[in-house]
């Protein structure tokens, strides 16, 4: 274990030296502005530096890896942590869930009403209590990047029927094992349907682009 792994405090350059390697953009000032924002708050030396705790460290990954997977607003990541730090449990070492307003939705994928309403009347993204979780971000932020090329919702319903025949694949496959109700089959489901899901992405990536080289004439 590392000396600085030791210490119970570090500073501000130790903690952008242990981040950097994941997290290549961040700097001392993004730091000092998430502590503005108090999403951080690092206690202080007699003198003023700031001491950072590995929690603190933690806590800075957590946030960083919210904005950079999830595109979350720094609201919605600091109303995240308030719920975890309200509940008996330690702050967990991944992203929290993805769970946006209709205003952080349109905020996050920088589209606008017209846009997610169209999406919602095709059925391509649904709230769930008035929420929306990380998949509908991601379906949101697609379209409104396709729009700049003339595609829009309604062009794209094709795409979703695939998606769910492609589903049904996956179901079929794990149905078996989630009728044996036997300890870890849920889990042994679960990793099946990733490890399927995966495989079907890699099939259909292939055949778009073999498609699209036929259309080109390649």
Known sequence: MSAQALRAFMSIGEVLALLQGEFPDVTISK???LEGEGLIEPQRSPSGYRKFTHGDVERLRYILTAQRDHYLPLRVIKENLDEQAARPRALPQEAPPVRLSREDLLQAADIDEDTLAELESFGLVASVARWYDADALEIARSVGSLARFGLHARHLRAVRAAAERE??????????????RAPGAIGQADETAREISGLLLELHSALLRGSVRRVLGQ
């Open 167 to 180: 589903a049904s694949l996956v179901e079929q496959a794990v149905a078996p094992l989630l009728r044996r």
């Open 31 to 33: 730091i000092r502005f």
